[in-house]
């Protein structure tokens, strides 16, 4: 089993910040990709950014958040960070963390979720 726990969400000023935190842990071989997906209240669940593990590094990033969230890999193992600059009230959302992984050399790469966790934008 995997299990992914997230952390950081809560209730911020517009312009403030917020730190997302993601460990995964369990039965894990190797990682190929982790990422930040967000789900509003009526809409579909978006990616917000991704990051390649092991060899060169690669970002991907939502349009909406360039140049104000950055994603980077943790010193500790399997953990991944959204940093949330300059938030705006449409970044009200709830915030996964999604891991693409093996859970043994035989295995496919399959995606395993998080809980997620809530954050809010708001004055």
């Known amino acids: 089993q995997v299990q992914l726990v997230e952390s950081g969400g809560g209730l911020v000023q517009p312009g403030g910040s917020l730190r997302l935190s993601c460990a995964a842990s369990?039965?894990?071989?190797?990682?190929?990709?982790m990422g930040w997906y967000r789900q509003a209240p009526g809409k579909e669940r978006e990616l917000v950014a991704t990051i390649t593990w092991g060899g060169s590094t690669n970002y991907a990033y939502a349009d909406s958040v360039k140049g104000r969230f950055t994603i980077s890999r943790g010193n500790v193992k399997n953990t991944v960070y959204l940093q949330m600059n300059g938030l705006k009230p449409e970044d009200t959302a709830v915030y996964y963390c999604?891991?693409?992984?093996?859970?043994?050399?035989?295995?496919?790469?399959?995606?395993?979720w998080g809980q997620g966790t809530q954050v809010s934008v708001s004055s």
């Open positions: 999604k891991a693409d992984l093996k859970n043994s050399i035989y295995s496919d790469y399959k995606g395993y």
């Open positions: 369990g039965s894990i071989f190797s990682i190929n990709l």
